[in-house]
């Protein structure tokens, strides 16, 4: 099992900025792809954000260009830079990690964190 915590979510007025991390520590493999998910009442979890074990990107079109996502791999770690925040970006964040062994791959996923935008 991999444990995921999560940490940086809070109140931020709009234009603001916060950083989110989230560690992961247990039975974790090196090919792996780790990113943010979100959530709103009412509405689906979506992409954020990931990062692979390599380095490659992908952002929601909605975050490019305010958002960016990095790892640290010696720490099991990712970051999540937020920028110009809106109100729309107002949700529970979550961290997941997909780890790859063989044709297996293995979903976690952290506990949440909240962020408020105030406008």
């Known amino acids: 099992q991999v444990q995921l915590v999560e940490s940086g979510g809070g109140l931020v007025q709009a234009g603001g900025s916060l950083r989110l991390s989230c560690a992961a520590s247990?039975?974790?493999?090196?090919?792996?792809?780790m990113g943010w998910y979100r959530q709103c009442p009412g509405k689906q979890r979506e992409l954020v954000a990931d990062?692979?074990?390599?380095?490659?990107?992908t952002y929601a079109d909605s975050v490019k260009g305010r958002f960016t996502i990095s790892r640290a791999n010696a720490k099991n770690t990712i970051y999540l830079e937020m920028n110009s925040l809106n109100a729309e970006d107002t949700a529970v964040y979550y961290c997941?990690?997909?780890?790859?062994?063989?044709?297996?791959?293995?979903?976690?996923w952290g506990q949440g964190t909240q962020v408020t935008v105030s406008s």
């Open positions: 247990g039975s974790i493999f090196s090919i792996n792809v």
């Open positions: 990062i692979t074990s390599d380095g490659s990107t």
């Open positions: 997941h990690r997909r780890d790859f062994r063989g044709r297996s791959s293995y979903d976690s």
